[in-house]
Structure formats: C-alpha cells, structure tokens
C-alpha cells in the first residue's frame, strides 16, 4: 500500500465500519445488484406477455438481494483494506 493510498484508508477507518458497509456496500454494489437482477426478469416478462409478480415480491426481492450482496462486498473490501494496511504497517 502506498503513502497516498495508506493515508487514505486512515480517513476511511476513522469513519468506521459502518458508514464505510453502508456507502460502499449496500449503496454502491447492494441498491444496483438488486435492482438489474429484480427489473431484469420483470421487463422481460412484460416484454414477452408472461404473467407478472407483484409488487410486494418485488420489493422484498430488491430487499433482501440489496443487503446480502451489498454487505457481503461491503465487508469484502472493509478486509482487504484492513489486511492491505495491517500488512503495510509493519
């Protein structure tokens, strides 16, 4: 880890790890990865006539797929920049 990128990650740190799970996880990967993959199947089946899930489906689907995946890459890069420092630092 370089200087610049070490400095960086100190700034990230000291916000902590839940606003860093929040933001980078769950906003940045979670809210999109649910969206592309509930709104996919949905516009197809209204392309091709097929019967429609509800709304409700829907949403708990954009739900529950929004913070699996944006927590599991959240914590992801929460220990990979964790480990990059930790094994810089020494």
Do not use: C
Request: aromatic residues 14%; charged residues 15%.
């Amino acid at each position: 880890m370089k200087t610049f990128d070490k400095q960086k990650w100190m700034q990230v740190r000291a916000r902590g790890h839940v606003r860093f799970i929040m933001r980078q996880g769950l906003l940045q990967w979670g809210v999109p990865f649910g969206l592309v993959v509930t709104l996919g199947p949905f516009l197809y089946d209204l392309a091709t006539h097929s019967p429609t899930p509800s709304i409700w489906s829907m949403v708990g689907s954009v739900t529950l797929l929004t913070l699996t995946f944006g927590y599991g890459m959240g914590e992801t890069q929460w220990r990979r920049g964790q480990r990059a420092y930790h094994d810089n630092a020494a």
